[in-house]
C-alpha cells in the first residue's frame, strides 16, 4: 500500500486541525525548525519570550535549582527562589502593593485576582459587592472565570450557559471615532462610561473593574489618551472599587517600564502578570495585591484558592533570573529605544499602503491594523481573512507576526509586531524587509 502524501500523522491536537512546523532549537530572538528553517520571532510567541530564547543566565539559574529540588508543595514548603521574585517584584511596585501570590499562567493570575477580590468584599463586610466590569473587546483568559470577564464573543458564546458573564463597558477605541472631540475628551468620555455603568448596575453590587493598560490581543496595542487612565482610578476610588490591572501582556518591562501602569502613575489594587514575567522559561505568573485586601482575607480564615504548582522553586528560578537579566541588561530601556524606531518604521507603512489604518502601542507592545478605508476605519471583509493570510505570507518568509480579528468588536484586523526586548537595530530592519514583502 502506498503511503499517503503529508506530514506523518500526530496524535496532538491544538485549536485546529492546521499543521504546524516542529519545533527544533531557539537562540535570542531566532526560532528553527525541524528542517532547517530560521524564523524570526517577532511576536516574542505570544508577546512572551521577552528576554529572547536560551538566556545562558536562566538556563543556569534552571539547572542549578533543578539540581537541589524541583518541587515542594506550597503547604508544606515555601522556596528561597518563589521569597526572592516576590520581594523583588514588590521593590518594582507602587507603595503598598507588596502581596505576591505565584500561579502558572495569565488564566490563573486572573481567575486569582477575582477570587481574591470577591474575598475581600466578604471579609470587610461588602458581601454585595460582586459584579466586576470589564470592556469589550478584551481578553483576560481562558478558564471560565477569566472568561466571565472576557469581551470577545468568538471565545465566550459557546460557553454561554456554563458563565455568570459580568457587565462590560466599551473599549477606549478612540482612533475609530469620528467627531468633534480632541483625543484626551474622546478619552474621558470613554472613562465615564465606566461611571454610567457602576451607577446603572448599583455600585453596592459592584467589586471591580479589569483592564489592561496596553492592550494586548483583543485591540491590538490598544493605548487610551493619558487622562482615561487618571480618571477610571478616580471612578473607581468613588465608589470603593477595586481597580484591577491585567498587565500579563503589557507588564514584565514590555511597554519599556516593568508596568505599564507607571506610564500614568497608577496604581491598581491588583495587578497580574505572566507570559513575559517567566518569559517562556518556565509557566509561571504573579498576582500582586495591595496588602489591605490580603490582610483581611487570611485574617478571616484564609484565601480559598490554589494551584499545585504554583510557585513552585523551578518556575520561579526562572523568574528570578528573567528579572534581574531584564534590569540589569535594561532591556526596558532598549525596549523603549528599539520600540520608537520600530513604531517609526511600522508608521512608514502607512504612507506605502493606503490599507494600513493605524499604528500603535507602547515600547516593544505594538500593532498596525489593516482596514479597507482609512477615513472611515471600515474593516476588511471577513471573508478576506487578512489576519490568516498576512500572517501565512510572513511566515514563509520566515517571520513571525501574531494576528487577530476581534469579529463582533470594533477593531478589525490588527497584527502584534513585539520582538523580544533584546532586538536590535538589525532586527528592526529584517521585519521591516519580511513584513513590507509580505504586504506587497
Ligand atoms: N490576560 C491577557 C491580557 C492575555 O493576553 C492573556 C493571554 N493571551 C491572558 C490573560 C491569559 O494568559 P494564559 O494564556 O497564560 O492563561
Redesign the pocket.
Known amino acids: 500500500m502506498d503511503t499517503p502524501a503529508g506530514p506523518p500523522p500526530s496524535n496532538l491536537f491544538y485549536q485546529s486541525r492546521a499543521r504546524r512546523p516542529v519545533l527544533d532549537r531557539a537562540e535570542g530572538v531566532y526560532l528553527w525548525d525541524r528542517d532547517g528553517k530560521r524564523y524570526l520571532d517577532g511576536s516574542s510567541g505570544?508577546m512572551v519570550s521577552n528576554i529572547g530564547h536560551s538566556n545562558p543566565r536562566v538556563l543556569a539559574a534552571m539547572r542549578e535549582q533543578m539540581d537541589k529540588a524541583t518541587f515542594g508543595y506550597r503547604l508544606h514548603f515555601e522556596n528561597e527562589p518563589a521569597e526572592k521574585l516576590a520581594s523583588l517584584v514588590a521593590s518594582l511596585m507602587p507603595k503598598g502593593l507588596d502581596r505576591v501570590f505565584f500561579v502558572s499562567?495569565?488564566?490563573?493570575a486572573?481567575e486569582s485576582a477575582l477570587k481574591l477580590a470577591r474575598q475581600w468584599a466578604v471579609a470587610s463586610g461588602q458581601a454585595s459587592r460582586w459584579k466586576v466590569i470589564s470592556r469589550y473587546p478584551s481578553?483576560?483568559?481562558?478558564t471560565l472565570g477569566?472568561l466571565a470577564v472576557t469581551g470577545m464573543a468568538l471565545m465566550t458564546a459557546p460557553f454561554s450557559p456554563m458563565l455568570r458573564e459580568m457587565p462590560r463597558i466599551p473599549a477606549p477605541t478612540c482612533y475609530l471615532d469620528r467627531d468633534e472631540l480632541t483625543p484626551d475628551e474622546r478619552g474621558l468620555r470613554y472613562a465615564e462610561m465606566l461611571r454610567t455603568e457602576i451607577l446603572r448596575q448599583g455600585p453596592e453590587t459592584v467589586l471591580g473593574f479589569i483592564m489592561?493598560p496596553v492592550g494586548?490581543?483583543s485591540t491590538g496595542a490598544l493605548v487610551a489618551p493619558d487622562p482615561y487612565y487618571a480618571r477610571i482610578r478616580e471612578i473607581c476610588d468613588e465608589f470603593g472599587i477595586l481597580l484591577i490591572y491585567?498587565e500579563?501582556?503589557s507588564g514584565a518591562g514590555r511597554t519599556g517600564r516593568f508596568l505599564a501602569a507607571e506610564h500614568w502613575g497608577i496604581r491598581p489594587d491588583i495587578v497580574v502578570v505572566?507570559?513575559g514575567f517567566a518569559a517562556g522559561y518556565s509557566p509561571l505568573?504573579a498576582l500582586i495585591a495591595d496588602r489591605r485586601l490580603v490582610e483581611p482575607v487570611l485574617d478571616a480564615g484564609g484565601f480559598i484558592h490554589g494551584y499545585t504548582y504554583a510557585g513552585n522553586p523551578l518556575a520561579c528560578a526562572a523568574g528570578l533570573a528573567v528579572v534581574e537579566e531584564t534590569l540589569e541588561r535594561d532591556l526596558m530601556g532598549n525596549a523603549t529605544r528599539i520600540g520608537a524606531l520600530l513604531k517609526t518604521e511600522l508608521r512608514g507603512l502607512m504612507a506605502r499602503y493606503p490599507f494600513v489604518g493605524d499604528v500603535r502601542g507602547k515600547g516593544l507592545l505594538l500593532a498596525f491594523e489593516l482596514v479597507s478605508d482609512r477615513e472611515t476605519m471600515e474593516p476588511l471583509p471577513v471573508a478576506y481573512d487578512a489576519y490568516v493570510r498576512l500572517v501565512e505570507q510572513a511566515y514563509e518568509r520566515g517571520l513571525i507576526i501574531y494576528s487577530r480579528r476581534t469579529r463582533g468588536g470594533r477593531a478589525g484586523d490588527h497584527f502584534l509586531v513585539c520582538p523580544p526586548l533584546i532586538a536590535d537595530r538589525d532586527h528592526v530592519a529584517e521585519i521591516m524587509e519580511k513584513l513590507t514583502a509580505s504586504l506587497d
Open positions: 505570544a499562567g495569565g488564566s490563573e486572573v481578553y483576560h483568559g481562558s477569566a489592561e494586548g490581543a491585567d500579563v501582556m505572566s507570559k505568573g
